[in-house]
Each structure stands twice: as structure tokens, then as C-alpha cells.
């Protein structure tokens, strides 16, 4: 089910509704059953695989817990091996089956297998990452082993968080199943706030953007480099308002029933150096590597060419989980490679900065980092959105070929007509970027939650009318999904 | 009750008390906020109306009023609810007890077959776009009421005529299927003349009981949608249709006085190049399950040889017509199956002695992907048609001959 659908529309206030009017004891059953009815919108059979990782990792957590020495270690390894089996078999065999046939062929073995075509289970890699999660909480001695079978199923399948993250620790979410949340009136309003705005960024922004987005990508070679580089700044904020809108949505249901998720993503766009930038998007899964892959490998304690190596695993794992691809793996590995080059020449930065006198315009220093940070996040997503690797080199290629042309054609990028789509549209494209940038321009101190309630009540409801009349005349109901939902 | 127990069951009856305060709250603020806001929806919806859901009746009749007093109609859009205006045209013939000699039943792809083909014969074009069997059943029935059925009747063939569901999983949209189990959902004005047809031919009636009750719900349903409240705002001027003495115009749709259109208005504006993508596109998405037996559903195969030798049997002439497809869409559609829709055609033609004309495939016309013969990948241009019409004039001038003299010499006076 998505959250941009009417079947949602109707699903959530009526489990919101049955969830408070039931007694306590009975409401994680009440999720329970709705997680599972929200799972099985997509494809109903796949709620079995789901189930079967559901049903190791219980089992597993509680052996870990009982067992002592290497038991604990074996029952760690058979859960992992197992978890991750099933996201191999479902999302990587293929790209492992093609990659073998492709090296076969350049070695002239006569050698080839069949595809499976096999459709991967919606949200599979972040429940999987949940589960893992769990498990391995559970052997660090950091979290006990959940004995109802029921508030663990909960805890991997709740749904507003099921399909898309975040990523969240049993730490932070099992123990919420417990407690009794009762009807709080600000706290809802906030929820529906939230879940209002995340609405308005996915169906307006961006599915609008969407719209140029598919258009210029899907057909790289029709268009010139100023409109290439155009689409992947749209694609920038497209993807970024697209999965923020998830989680916002995500965030917000959870919290009218009175449940806490973490927080993914803190104006990323406003990084001031790439490891910020990750301090700031899809903070939940960036958080998840540090911890059970960065640290477990060395982390920073170890020396330079180890910590670089530990970093560059960890983004290029990080491309990997993200799609079964090699433009995902090279999207990981630039990453990776941003951050050791940021790491390496950061002393080099610093006495750079101090010889150019940059304390003396430290809002212009900032800026200049902030459009750095932000041309190399750009420079990746083409290899995230490129239907194919040669596609996100011709990209690359072309757009550098405007870079390099003379300033004046870099009005030519701004104000581009070769889109084909009407300029109405393109308008409005900048405007609702203009209108996300200057909200989150608001927020860098505090959020825009807090800052509501201080403004007249006339405005406060003008601005929640326009919010939601925006998304009636603006929003794209075409049943869109979330990009992250194919992860 | 021990004095604890008490203040206990006192705070959770306070609590709960706060809690439906504030539940209360929370419904009446929600309540200030989207009410004005479905209301708005709904008066937007209702009064511009955009696809002619609620003035349906008037409208369609107008414009059936309009065509039969040898009017074209100018207006904005395509009109949608296509079926509803067939139905109205068709019940005006009866109220002129006048019936045209010559009819297309048929789609978008057979729309620019006009009165030009058919010098001195009344004639009348009832392309459904998107249209079906079950469209040709409903036209055939909704004549049988008239009690007079046309002399000549072509009906053009696509390669959706008689597909079921598997038509929604590939490009076409057969029109209104909400639901792919259900075989066919056609337009409600069409829906006594289907269920008459049915009877005249003898056919079993296709699954979908529910289908007035869907499609008013549907209709409601429109009234809170944000699409058509979306549409609604960008058509807001809408130009309600009217008569014009143009054959086509640049900036509206222009529905003529024999029922014929023009699929694009602007056709010198027609890049090969573009259309020749659009083509590929098409093709990758749909090779496999568009000329072949995936899309022939056995029922509606034989509820077509059924119509077929009703019409026959009735003594009406019968063509089949088949408007080429884009020669790149043809060539890769071609490779992943056999052009099997044409073959039972062919097989069907010679025993019931119907001639078909035209072909699916683009190269017996010697059309190329070079010139622009096409709108997209399967709207041929009227030059196409007058092509094929031309190759064929001599089989048609017979059949006229054959069929419509004697039907002449009995016919009443008047019609247009």
C-alpha cells in the first residue's frame, strides 16, 4: 500500500481509530494484523518470505541469549548467513548470474546460466537491515532477546516503517510496543502536520519533478549538457523530497498512535562536506553502517590507509544495499572516495582557507562549501538515476562539456526550453524548490513545528489551507511509487 | 474500596475524560479544515465539469443534434463517454426515421474514413475510440431496436477488438474497464443496445453486473477526485462544444457531420523521427501480446463470427477494415508473433464473402517510417486512408452496388 494512494487514505485513520478505541493489551495485535494487510497490498504471497527471516531471527535472538561462548557466535553467523540469503536470492542473484556469464564470455568459457526474473519483495532490504539489527543487538549484550513473537514480528513489520525505514534499533522501537500511548491532542496534530508536509513534498515536489526528470533520463542522447545537468539538480531534490516525504509520512503516522521513530534525514542539502552530508541523509541506514560494518572493521582507531580502506568498504557496501546494480556500486564508491579525499586533504583545506582569509566571510566560506558538497552529490545521483552505466557516462560527459564552455551559456542551464515540456511547468519546478529551500532555510535553527504556534491563529490556518490546497492543484495522483521502495 | 484503588479509577476516568476532550478537538479543527476543502473540490468538479460527467446527457445530445442537422462540432477535447454520443446519434436517426446507408463501426484508427469515400450514399462514421466488440454488439443492437439496419456496414479491426483483460496489462485502453475480470465495461448509453444485440445474435451476456452501479459510483466518485478537480482548473474556461463549418482546427477538436475525425489537428506538425520512437517504445512494450492469439479471448472471437452472421444473414453488406500500424512498431511486433488477428479475418472473410480491406501490415501500402503516414505508432493519417480506399474503390463501388441499390429503391424519404 502506498502512502500517496486512497487506500491509505482510508487505512490509516481507521487502524489510528480501532488502535486507541481498543484496550491496551490487544493493540499490538491490532498493528500486527494491519502491518501485515499493509505488506500484503503488494504482493500477498511475499509475506511468507517475510516471515521466514521474521521467524530465524526470533528464534536465533533467543538462542544467542541463551547459549554461552561459541554457541552465541555460531547462532549470530546461522541468523546472519541466513537473513542475508534471502536478500541475495532475491535481489543480487541476477546481478551475480550476469556479472559470471559477462566474465565467462571475456574468457571465452563456453559457460552460462539463466536468469531467475525473480521480483523483488518490497522494502526487503530494510526490514532485513531491522532484523540484523536485532540480532546482533542481542550477541553485543546490548538489547534481550524479545520472547512474544508477536511484538518482535511488530517490531520488523510495523508499518509505517516497513517498507522504506527507518532503519530502526531494537533499542528504540521494541520497548514502545509496551508502553500505552494514550490520545494526546498536540501530539497527533504534530503527527498529522508532519505526515500533511511529507505528503506536499512526495505528490508536488517530487513527482513533479519527476516528471522532467524521467523525461531527460530515460532519453539521455535527445538532449544537450545545460539540460543533463538540469535534470540531475532536479533529480537532487526529486529524490531527496521524494524519500524525506516517506519519511516524514513514515514519522508522522507513527507518532499520532504515539510511537517515536528516529529522524532520517536534516537538511541534507546544507552539508557543508560530504561526511556532514551523511550525518544528514538517510540518517537511520548510514548510522545502521557505522555502527555494524565501519566500527566492526576498525573504524578510526586504527591507522590512516586501514581507516580510509574501512571507509571506502563501508560506502561501497553502502552502493550495493542500495540496488542490485553496477551504477549503485559506483554511486557507493564515489561516496567512499569524496570521503577519504576529504579525510586525506582536510589539513591541506584548513591551511588553504587561512591563507585565502576565508574567517573574514565566514557566511561566504560557508556557501562555497555548501555548493561544493552539493555539485558532488549531484555528480553521484547521475550514477544513482542513470538507466545504465554507459547512460550516466554519456551524462557525465556532456554535461562537463557545458562546464567547460563559456560563462555566458551557463545561462542557457537556468533557463533551459530544450525540455520540450511547457515552461509553466518549469516555473513551477523552481518555485517549489525556492519554496523547500526557504523552509528549510527557517528550520536551520529551529524547527518550523515550534515556530507555528507563534504565529497568529488567521495565519496559522491560511497557511494550512494553502498546505493542503497546494497539494489538491499541485500534487501528481498517479500512484507514483517511492524510489526507495525498490531497495 | 480501599481509598488508592479509588483516586486510581479517578485519574483514569479523568484521563479518558481529557482524552475524548482532545479527540473531539482533533475532529472539529479537522473538520474546519477539509470540509471547506472537499466543498471546494466538489462545486469546482461539478460546475466546470471538464469530462462532461454530470451534464452528460445534455451535452452528448446537443452535439448528436448538432451532427445530424450537418453541423461539425468544434470543442476543446476529444469529447469523452464517446459511447453515450453513438447512442444519441443513433436514437436521433430514429426520431428522423432516417438510417444511412453506409457505417463504420469503429475506432480511433478507422476515424478518417468520411462521407468522401461514399459519393451519394448517406453515411455515418461511429468511431468509439478505444472501441471493441462488445461496442459493435451494442451499435448492432441499438439499430435492431430501430427496426433498420445500414446496408453497408464496415467494421474496422484492431488488435484489441477482441481482447479481454490481457488488453489492460499491454498499451490499449479499452475504454472503462475498471476491472480486467470483468470482460467489458462499456459506456452506459451503449448498455440497452449491447443487451439487445446480445439477444438478436444469440450470444451468452459477459460478466458485469455491477456495471451501472460501478460506473455511477465512479461518476460520484469524480465529484471528490483531485485529478478531475485538477483538470477542472486548467479547463476552467472550457468551450462548451459548438458548431463550426471547419473540417479541422489547430486549437480544438473538430468532430464532423458524418461522424469522422482527424486523430491529430495539426499533422503538418507530424516529425517522423519522433513518431518512429514513440513506435519502438510501443512495440518493446507490447511485442508479444498485440497481433497475436494472447489478445484473441475465444469468447469474444465468437461473439464477433456470431455478429458477423447476423449481419449477414440480415442481407447487410459487411467489409472488414484494418488501418496499418507504424512500419517500425509492425516490424518488431511482427518478430514476436504472427499476425494472427489478420489471418482469422481473412479465414472468416472468405467464408461468410466479406472482403477485408487494408492490412495491419504498413508495406502492402508501401508505407515508410520516413513520411509522416502516422500520428503515433498505430493512427494512420487520412493520406493512409485515402490510399487504401483508392486500391479498394472498385471492390467498394460493387458492394454499393450490391447492397445498397435495393435497399434504396425501398428506403423512406428523408434522412440528412
Redesign the interface.
Known amino acids: 500500500m502506498l502512502f500517496n494512494s486512497l487506500a491509505f487514505l482510508i487505512f490509516f485513520p481507521a487502524v489510528t481509530g480501532l488502535y486507541?478505541l481498543l484496550p491496551h493489551p490487544f493493540r499490538w495485535l491490532l498493528l500486527l494484523l494491519a502491518s501485515c494487510a499493509f505488506y500484503m497490498a503488494f504482493i500477498p504471497v511475499y509475506i511468507f518470505i517475510l516471515f521466514m527471516t521474521i521467524l530465524i531471527d526470533y528464534f536465533a535472538g533467543i538462542q544467542i541469549e541463551k547459549a554461552q561462548g561459541r554457541g552465541r557466535q555460531f547462532w549470530l553467523v546461522l541468523s546472519i548467513i541466513s537473513t542475508c540469503a534471502v536478500l541475495f536470492v532475491f535481489k543480487y542473484c541476477d546481478f551475480f548470474i550476469i556479472n559470471v556469464n559477462g566474465a565467462a564470455r571475456v574468457l571465452h568459457w563456453n559457460y552460462s546460466m539463466k536468469l531467475m526474473h525473480i521480483i523483488l519483495p518490497i522494502g526487503l532490504s530494510f526490514h532485513t537491515f531491522q532484523s540484523l539489527s536485532y540480532v546482533i543487538e542481542v550477541y553485543w549484550g546490548k538489547q534481550k532477546a524479545e520472547h512474544n513473537f508477536g511484538i518482535y514480528a511488530l517490531y520488523v513489520m510495523f508499518y509505517p516503517q516497513l517498507v522504506a525505514g527507518p532503519i530502526e534499533r531494537p533499542q528504540h522501537l521494541l520497548h514502545q510496543f509496551y508502553e500505552q500511548h494514550?490520545?494526546?491532542?498536540q501530539r497527533?496534530?504534530d503527527g498529522?502536520k508532519l505526515m500533511t508536509w511529507g505528503m506536499f513534498k512526495k505528490v508536488v515536489i517530487a513527482d513533479r519533478l519527476a516528471i522532467f526528470v524521467n523525461h531527460v533520463y530515460n532519453?539521455p542522447g535527445d538532449f544537450q549538457g545545460s539540460t543533463l545537468l538540469l535534470a540531475t539538480v532536479f533529480f537532487a531534490f526529486q529524490i531527496y523530497c521524494d524519500f524525506s516525504g516517506y519519511s516524514d509520512i513514515a514519522l508522522g503516522s507513527a507518532q499520532v498512535m504515539g510511537f517515536k521513530l528516529m529522524q532520517n534525514f536534516n537538511r541534507p542539502y546544507f552539508a557543508k562536506s560530504i561526511a556532514e552530508f551523511w550525518r544528514r541523509w538517510h540518517i537511520s541506514l548510514s548510522t545502521w553502517f557505522k555502527d555494524y560494518v565501519y566500527i566492526p572493521l576498525g573504524g578510526n582507531r586504527v591507522g590512516y590507509s586501514r581507516h580510509a580502506a574501512n571507509l571506502f568498504i563501508t560506502f561501497l557496501i553502502s552502493g550495493l544495499w542500495h540496488g542490485a546494480n553496477w551504477t549503485y556500486v559506483i554511486w557507493g564508491a564515489l561516496h567512499g572516495g569524496y570521503i577519504v579525499c576529504g579525510l586525506t586533504t582536510r589539513a591541506w583545506r584548513e591551511r588553504l582557507a587561512l591563507y585565502c582569509g576565508w574567517a573574514r566571510w565566514p557566511a561566504l566560506h560557508k556557501t562555497v562549501q555548501i555548493g561544493c558538497t552539493f555539485a558532488l552529490v549531484c555528480l553521484s545521483w547521475i550514477f544513482f538515476r542513470a538507466n545504465s552505466l554507459p547512460d550516466a557516462l554519456f551524462i557525465c560527459r556532456r554535461i562537463f562539456i557545458v562546464l567547460h564552455s563559456v560563462p555566458g551559456d551557463w545561462l542557457a542551464v537556468v533557463f533551459d526550453r530544450s525540455f520540450g515540456l511547457p515552461r509553466r511547468e518549469l516555473a513551477l519546478a523552481y518555485a517549489l524548490i525556492a519554496v523547500l529551500l526557504g523552509i528549510q532555510w527557517i528550520q536551520r535553527r529551529t524547527h518550523i513545528r515550534d515556530v507555528l504556534p507563534k504565529f497568529p491563529q488567521p495565519l496559522r490556518?491560511a497557511m494550512?489551507?494553502t498546505l493542503?490546497?497546494s497539494?489538491?492543484?499541485?500534487?501528481v495522483?498517479g500512484q507514483n511509487q517511492f524510489i526507495y521502495f525498490q531497495f | 474500596m480501599p481509598i488508592h484503588q479509588q483516586s486510581k479509577i479517578g485519574e483514569q476516568c479523568q484521563?479518558m475524560n481529557q482524552?475524548y476532550k482532545?479527540?473531539l478537538?482533533?475532529l472539529k479543527?479537522?473538520a474546519w479544515?477539509?470540509v471547506?476543502?472537499l466543498l471546494?473540490?466538489v462545486v469546482v468538479n461539478y460546475y466546470v465539469d471538464p469530462g462532461e460527467l454530470f451534464y452528460r446527457r445534455q451535452v452528448k445530445h446537443a452535439v448528436a443534434e448538432l451532427l445530424l442537422q450537418g453541423h461539425n462540432v468544434l470543442s476543446d477535447a476529444i469529447p469523452s463517454e464517446w459511447g453515450d454520443l453513438q447512442a444519441d446519434v443513433i436514437r436521433s436517426f430514429a426520431a428522423r426515421r432516417s438510417v444511412p446507408d453506409v457505417v463504420v463501426w469503429g475506432t480511433s484508427r478507422s476515424s478518417e474514413i468520411s462521407q468522401t469515400f461514399f459519393p451519394g450514399e448517406k453515411f455515418f462514421n461511429h468511431a468509439i475510440p478505444g472501441g471493441s466488440v462488445f461496442d459493435y454488439v451494442a451499435l448492432y443492437g441499438l439499430y435492431q431496436h430501430l427496426g433498420r439496419l445500414p446496408g453497408l456496414v464496415i467494421i474496422s479491426i484492431d488488435p484489441w477488438t477482441f481482447c479481454g483483460r490481457k488488453a489492460v496489462t499491454i498499451d490499449r485502453t479499452l475504454y472503462f474497464i475498471p476491472d480486467p475480470d470483468k470482460l467489458l465495461d462499456i459506456q452506459p448509453g451503449l448498455e440497452s443496445g449491447l443487451a439487445f444485440g446480445l439477444h438478436q445474435i444469440q450470444a451468452v451476456k459477459p460478466r458485469s453486473g455491477s456495471r451501472r452501479m460501478t460506473a455511477n459510483i465512479r461518476r460520484v466518485g469524480n465529484l471528490l477526485s483531485?485529478?478531475y478537480?485538477?483538470s477542472a482548473?486548467k479547463n476552467w474556461r472550457l468551450r462548451r462544444p459548438q458548431s463550426t463549418e471547419k473540417d479541422s482546427d489547430a486549437d480544438g477538436f473538430v468532430l464532423r457531420c458524418d461522424g469522422s475525425y482527424a486523430m491529430c489537428r495539426d499533422t503538418a506538425a507530424i516529425q517522423p523521427a519522433i513518431i518512429t520512437?514513440t513506435a519502438r517504445r510501443f512495440a518493446q512494450v507490447a511485442k508479444g501480446c498485440f497481433l497475436g492469439s494472447s489478445v484473441m479471448v475465444t469468447d469474444n472471437v465468437e461473439m464477433f463470427r456470431q455478429l458477423v452472421t447476423a449481419l449477414r444473414h440480415g442481407g447487410i453488406g459487411v467489409v472488414f477494415y484494418l488501418a496499418p500500424i507504424h512500419p517500425v512498431a509492425y516490424d518488431l511486433l511482427i518478430q514476436s508473433e504472427p499476425n494472427q488477428i489478420e489471418l482469422f479475418l481473412h479465414d472468416l472473410g472468405t467464408q461468410q464473402d466479406i472482403p477485408v480491406i487494408g492490412s495491419f501490415n504498413p508495406h502492402v501500402y508501401h508505407l515508410d517510417a520516413d513520411r509522416p503516414w502516422f500520428v503515433d505508432q498505430y493512427h494512420p493519417v487520412r493520406g493512409v486512408v485515402e490510399i487504401i480506399m483508392g486500391v479498394h474503390a472498385h471492390e467498394l463501388t460493387q458492394l454499393s452496388a450490391i447492397y445498397l441499390q435495393p435497399q434504396r429503391t425501398s428506403a423512406p424519404s428523408g434522412g440528412r
Do not use: S
Open positions: 486507541f494514550v490520545f494526546e491532542y497527533v496534530a498529522l532519453r490556518w494550512y489551507f493542503l490546497l497539494i489538491a492543484c499541485l500534487g495522483f | 484521563r482524552e482532545d479527540l478537538r482533533m479543527k479537522l479544515l477539509l471547506p476543502m471546494l473540490v483531485l485529478t478537480f485538477q482548473l520512437e
